[in-house]
Each structure stands twice: as C-alpha cells, then as structure tokens.
C-alpha cells in the first residue's frame, strides 16, 4: 500500500511538472487521493481572495519557519493554504523584518546606539524599509489577494529637484535642457552628413522629426529653451514668465544631471509605482493575520539547527522544536553564525554575499511646506549630497502634518549617517537638505526617526550583494537535507520584498513536491 | 459724506494695488471702514480652509453671475467670500458646465441624439470633462480650501501600450529604443569627431557618459536592447526572459512611437497629475455647497442681457433679475447668440474663436483585466487609431469593476465618434480597442456611456481655440459696461479647469476694485 502510494505520488509530481497544477490536482482526485469530503479540521484554507498561486494537494508535514520577515511570512502563509502545520520562530519583537512602518509610540532599538522613541503624530508613518512597489512584482499580487489597499508611489516628479554640484534645478528643467541640447546635437551631425553612412534618407527625416520633439527645438533645429523647462509664473490670463534662458550646452552638460534624471528608466523604477495604503507593514499585518498570529514565537533567538534523519530540530534558549522541515528565511550573515549540522559547504555559501549598509530618516514637520510652497506632490529629490534622495510624501496631501524621508543612503554614506547618533543624523541630515530647500527646512520639523539597518539586531544590513550569482547561490536554492533556504538574497530581486515572495514560492512549492513524493 | 467716502476708496485702491490687500485691509482699518464687530449677517464668509486668495474689503453690490460651471462658482464663491450678493444663473439642469462626472442612474441627453441611462455600477464613474490636474494649477489650491481630497493620476505609465502603424508595444520598449538609438548615433558622431567644432574634450566626455546611461549603450557606445524595454518574464529567482532583440534603427525609426513616447513632456501633462477621489465633480459639490445651493437657479435660459447706467438686467422665458453687475460665464459661441446691448465689437470678440469638438467614451468592465493580465495600473495608451488614448483608471484598483476610457477624441476623430449613435460608438470604440487588447477589450463589458461635448446643450463644444490671442481676447477682459466676461477660454489654460478659476479671479479682482472705487 506504501509502495503504491509513493508510486501514485511519483507519477502526480511527474503530472504536475508536464501539466501545471491543475491537471495534478484533476489526476489526484481520478486517482482518489484527492479529499472529497475533507472535515472542519481538514479543510484547506481560503485565501481572502483568489491568489494566482496556489499549492494543489494537501500537504499534512509539520513546518518550522526561521524568520518572521517578508519570506517567512509568505513561506508560513501559501503551505498553511496547503494544510501545513507552520510555526515561525522569529528572534525580533516583531514580526515583518525589513518592512517596518514606525509610528507614533514605537521604540526603536539599535545595536550599539540610544534607543528612539517614535513621536510622529496621529495617521503619519514612516516606512523604514522598502517603500515602494513596482506594477510587475508579485508584491501587488499578495496585496490584491490580501486585500490590502494600494494608492500610488509618486517615483518621478518633474517638479521635484536636482541637486547637483551645489546647483539645484528642477527635474523638469534639468531634463529639458539636457534633451534639447542632445537633440540639437544630434541634429546638427545629421544635418553635416556625418551619420550618411548609417541613416537612409527616411531615416534622417523621421529622426529629425523625432528631435525636434523630443528637444523641442526652434525651426533651425536649435534648442532654444522651451515652455518643458518650468515658469516663474506658470501660464493664466497672461502667457506666464518663462525662467531664464537655458546655461549654455557647456554648462549644462557640466551641470551633472544625467544620473538623476535618468534615475527612472529602468525596470525597477519606472512609473507607476505603488504603496499600501497606510504604510507598508499592512502587508506584514495582513500577512500574519491570515498565518495566524499563534502561529509566530517571537523573541526566539535560535541557538542550532539539527538536521535528521527524520526531521529537523531547531534549539534555542530555553527550548526546542522538531519538525519535518525547516525553512531558514534568515539574512545569510546572520543564518551562517547559528550552529548547525548542514556542512561546511552550507557556512561558505552563506558567508558568500556581504551585507550593504543602508539608512534612512524621517522627518515629521507641521506644515506641508513642500506642496504649499514648492508645489511638490510626492516624487524624489535627487542629490550628489550624502543623503542621496528626499522623498515627498505620495499621500496625505493638503493635510496638516506631513513626513519626508530626508536621507535613503546606503554603503558608505548609510554607514557614515549610521555611526552618528540619531540627534547628529537629524542634524547633518537638515543641513544637507537645507541646500536645497533653504532654511523652513529646519523650520515646523516636529520630530524625526532614523534608521541603520547595519545596526538593527537579528538583520544588520539592508540587503547583501553577491560577487556573481555562480555556485554559492545556486547551491543554496537546493535544501541542505531538510533545511530549505529562502529570501529575497536568493534571488535576482534584492532588496524588494518580491523577491523574499517569490523565493517563498519557488521553496514552499519544492517542499511540496517532496512532501507529495514521501512514503 | 459721500464725497469723502470716495476720496477714501480711491485711496484704498491705490494701497491696496502698492502695498496688496493686507495693506488695504489694514488700511481701512485705520479709516475706519473696516467693520469692528459685524453683524452676523454681515459676517464675511469663511472658507473651509485657508486660500491664499481673498479679497480683502467688504463688498456689498448684487451680481448676477451667467453659467454655473467652474468659472460661475468660483467667482461666485469668492465674491461671497466677500459679502457679494450672488445669483447664478445656469441653462442646463445643474450646475459644474464641463465638470461632468457620469454614475450609475444619471441620464444623459444631447442635441440630436437618444438620451443615455447611466448604468455604471456601485463607485464606479465617469469623468466626462476634465480629468486631470497639473500641480502647479490653482485647481489643486481649491481642491486644499475646500476639502476635496485628491490622488494621483497617472498620466505616464512605462507598461501602458503605444499602438501607432498597426503595431502594440509596451511604452517602456519604446521609449528604450528611441533613447538607445539616439544615444547611441549621437555617440557614433561624437566619435568621429563630427561635432569637434561645437565641443570641448570635456564636453565629449560628458556627453558620452550622459549617452552610456541614457540609451544604456553597451561598452562600444552600441545599442543592444537592455533590461529598460521590459521581460517576457520578469526577475524573480532566475533573472528573468528578456523580450527579443530590439528591430533595427530603421524600423524602430519607422515605428513612428515618437509622439507617444513625448506624450508627457509638456509643463501641462508632466508627472505626476491628480484627481479629486471620487470623482471630479467633486470640486462643483464643494463649490456648490460653499455658493449656496439657495443661489443657484438651474434651467433657466437667458434670452437677453441688458447694460443700464446703474446695473444690468437679465431676461429669460418667464422672468428677469436686475443687479449691479453681471459676470457673463458661458462659452463666448453660447453667450454671442443671447440678445444684448453691449455693442457689435463684443459680438464679433465672442464670435472669433472656434468651439472645438471633444469626445469621450466611458467603458466599464466586470473585471479589471488591464490589472490581472497587463499589469497596467493607470495610465494611457497612446495610439494613433481614431479612438487616440485609452485611459486606465487610477483609482479603485485591485477592485472587481472598472472604467476605461475608451476614446478620447478630439477635432475630426470626435466629430466622427459624435455623429454615430451610443451603441455605434461603443462599437467603434470596442472595435480599434482590440486592435491593441485582443478578443478580452470586448469581454465583460458590463456597460458604457459617451459623450460629445459639441452635442451638449447650452455647451456645445469641448472648449475652444482661438485664430490667436489678439485684440478681442484682449477685448474682452475688461468689462462691456457693467457686464464681465469669464471662462478657460479668456485664458492662456483654455480646455483646463485651471483657467475657468483663473479668470473667474481675475473678473472678481477687477469687480470689486471697481465697487471699492464706486460712490
């Protein structure tokens, strides 16, 4: 009957693998291994709404998750969907990981440094961790499926500036100025004949057509300035006062713009781009509700991972556990100092990646001076400074209070802010932005909260960087006997949440045909 | 006494243009003009929130005010603000002009045409007129003073389609290839020195490096695709399927994606945009509740307007109102055909600028496919199809239901679309939307509604254009005797809610400069 059994598993996998999931499932029920009437107690559970991902068959394995963070979290939530029996021992107060919203009445602790107490007023938050979503990662899928709202992440604002070389300039102007020029350059090579040799004559005329858009450029094909560049006074029953005249193509090119106003081309940033609706741990609280709360042990700091024969038993002070299967969805650096019986090749693999510093700091003011003044509605600053980038807020607009994140640095810079105490970052932090905003920014601030994740326990570093996804990576995608390896360091989307979801996935759906394929 | 009154007021005027209202008003303080302890019906109006526009001085005359769209309220609200007298006077059966917004159970006639039962379900609308705002508009500040809540609209979408030359693709793999081929012959041209006379060697070197990112040029400064033109499957564990290789410099010149790609350029249609949630007739219920309901008078059509020495007198079928001052908010095509005795060089003003036709359709669904499959969460497809953009909604997103706009057509595409019935619109519109979306643009629809604003009474047109903004635009900003002009289309914002507000400013300034001045 075992025999059998496993042989019926064998071909499910093999179904499943051709098939997809569904034709599993359908071959499970005609096979009648398929529960037809499952009791209370058995019955699987329903998403709050319809996932496009789901495990078919009933897993019954006993699970310990390592790491109540983004991965553990998904891992707990898709097998308990399956029937599994998941306990997530989790070594931080709380659960969520890097996605953490602080709020008013928080504490936060940090390794060798003063403890902040978070005193931003009622409905401000600030998402110390990621903060935005783009449209094409699963993390939208699980908000949809968890019912949690999104609203817009302003990533591209042309009102928003850039400060360069001790120059501040609107995107909007350093844009139009580099793109004029670039098309009156292009133009004028075209026109001299230089590229006869690549361009057809059709192909000079609908590139000049281009140009002439693109650059805006006066009936000579010169860039004259433009209407794109911004106003003084933007237009009404008067025409508008233009700015200035554009600096020369010499200066402008100077100006150093190229890196902030190309900032959003790639795949990663380009808008839209999302957040949930009241900061982004809703997703950890949704994500924990439909785990179930029970189910996460915090403050559980790990001491060994035994793997045997049979299962795994995890240790800790005070305690143990055993399960079928472990999966560890802890920081690599962090995971390789907790003893275990994995092998040496497991603590190699694990010290590959380095951990990357990274910061930022909230700052809450009294008065939305950004929209009332510089009529900037979300979107990012980009800066040469050591804070990198300001962010506006992309919501509560017209409201009274608002947070700006006033410095997203990493390697260097995070660790340069993240030496200093949280009073000196605040204050390197308004002297930096005060450059570009000039002195309300130290004006109607409130009260601050800064981050280093280098120095946050039990993650210390915002993300890790691999020297090549070679062996070591690879290696790591596989189980070490039954310890399963998961985070968004597994994948090729570190530091987004997505990538913690989708490593989730890929491991739950591994365990899952194993579990299958077992006597 | 009434002498010295005079004296008084013209010596407010001229404080208040030297030294601005709060100068005047601290003047007439001083005179005592300023009222001590007002009655509580001569209360000055409070707005709900602070504008940072006010006129300072109490008015007192009566002003009938012709035409209830965002002109007609806003004056009306800030001449109440000032103690004004209003009655406004609107044709159609409410009030907001082109600031429509279509829900389940509103009915829509038009000129020539069956009516239109709205069948939009539960929260889901339609804004028929403007849709967005630009953040430098002074839109947004009413949107702050009355306490409309906005969100944003995304006007720029990197995985919206562009359809131009029968062929759909993703805007972001546009956008990279016309950026990667023009970096990349303007490096060409730069490296073969044609353009040595018109740069420095540093100035070569900065621009090649602005190219290298801006095109993302491999290491030759060649175009070679990139991850910027999006996956067939994007990174997750592995790093994702890259879409094929970009078509040659020729056809990717050809493809003719350059108006599309630019789409977003302008100071008016940059990102990020907003909405008012909800709906934008939003600001006309705030507009409306802060006039009074009491002073609008909806169905009324004036057949004559009448300048006396000492007020004017407005005339319809069934009754007429005598006030001091009338401020005419109607669409100069509508208001030229009104009897009147302002004189023959104000009709031929009126007369001088074209209405334009503007169209658009509203397409709901049942299910938000553009979310679930296309991974398009707001935004626009621009085409070069007769239907020219289809918009995705920005709001309600992750939601069963939704609404596309289908068209939204302009000129000779909205003449077009305007002169078929509903259901043949719809049909039209169905029929080019699947050219870009496939057999599903057709698919669970649930219902639709369209508009032709050259075919809505007492409007006729989408807004208009002037042959150029000469002598009767200028005209026409100063008063024919007591009767003031006001609409978009006395601006320089025409088509823009932005300008119905702004004129409506500037007519209340110069009127109640006038009152102050009057004995």
Chains 1, 2 share one sequence.
């Not at 100077?254 to 940033?269: K, P, V, W």
């Not at 299962?311 to 802890?330: M, P």
Request: hydrophobic share 40%; proline share 5%; charged share 25%.
């Amino acid at each position: 009957m075992e025999g059998a059994a496993l042989t019926r598993r064998g071909l499910l996998v093999g179904i499943g693998a051709a098939g997809g999931a569904g034709a599993m499932y359908a071959a499970m029920g005609a096979l009648g291994l398929a529960p037809s009437e499952p009791s209370e107690q058995e019955k699987e559970f329903v998403p709050p709404r319809t996932g496009d991902f789901t495990l078919r068959g009933k897993g019954t394995a006993k699970v310990v998750i390592l790491g109540a963070g983004v991965a553990g979290l998904t891992a707990a939530y898709e097998l308990g969907k399956a029937g599994y029996d998941c306990t997530l021992l989790e070594a931080r107060q709380k659960a969520g990981g890097r996605n953490l919203t602080l709020r008013g009445g928080d504490r936060l602790t940090e390794l060798n440094g003063p403890a902040q107490d978070v005193r931003f007023g009622e409905g401000v938050y600030f998402n110390a961790g990621p903060g935005r979503i783009a449209p094409w990662m699963v993390t939208l899928d699980y908000c949809r499926e968890l019912g949690v709202p999104i609203e817009t992440f302003i990533n591209t604002n042309a009102a928003a500036y850039v400060h360069v070389n001790d120059r501040t300039v609107r995107a909007r102007t350093a844009r139009a100025d580099m793109y004029g020029y670039v098309a009156e350059l292009l133009a004028k090579a075209t026109n001299v004949g230089a590229l006869d040799k690549t361009l057809t004559k059709d192909d000079r005329e609908r590139l000049l057509e281009f140009l002439r858009r693109f650059g805006d450029l006066g009936p000579k094909h010169a860039y004259e300035g433009s209407d794109r560049r911004g106003f003084t006074k933007y237009p009404a029953i008067d025409i508008g006062t233009p700015l200035d005249a554009p600096a020369s193509l010499h200066r402008v090119l100077a100006a150093g713009t190229g890196r902030a106003i190309t900032n959003d081309f790639g795949y990663e940033q380009a808008t839209p781009m999302f957040q949930p609706v009241g900061g982004m741990d809703v997703i950890v609280a949704k994500l924990t509700e439909a785990v179930g709360k029970e189910r996460i042990r915090t403050g559980v700091k790990v001491t060994k991972i035994t793997n045997l024969a049979d299962g795994v038993e995890i240790t800790w002070d005070g305690g143990a556990l055993k399960a079928d299967y472990c999966i560890a969805a802890l920081p690599p650096h962090i995971l390789a100092k907790i003893p275990h019986n994995l092998g040496a090749e497991v603590t190699a693999a694990l010290t590959t990646p380095t951990p990357i510093a990274a910061g930022k700091i909230g700052l809450e003011y009294g008065r939305r001076w950004w929209e009332l003044e510089d009529r900037i509605y979300g979107g990012v600053t980009e800066t040469d400074l050591d804070i990198t980038h300001i962010w506006y807020p992309s919501h509560g607009y017209h409201s009274e209070r608002g947070l700006l994140v006033g410095y997203y640095a990493t390697e260097g810079d995070a660790e340069l802010y993240g030496a200093l105490t949280p009073q000196d970052r605040r204050h390197r932090a308004l002297t930096q932005g005060k450059k570009i905003h000039g002195e309300k920014y130290r004006q109607n601030l409130l009260s601050s909260a800064s981050i280093a994740w280098e120095r946050q326990e039990h993650i210390q570093g915002g993300w890790v960087r691999w020297p090549a996804f070679d062996s070591s990576f690879t290696f790591l995608q596989r189980p070490a006997g039954r310890v399963y390896f998961a985070g968004d360091w597994l994948t090729h989307l570190i530091a987004w949440q997505a990538g913690a979801m989708e490593s989730a996935r890929g491991v739950v759906t591994r365990l899952h045909q194993r579990v299958l394929q077992s006597p």
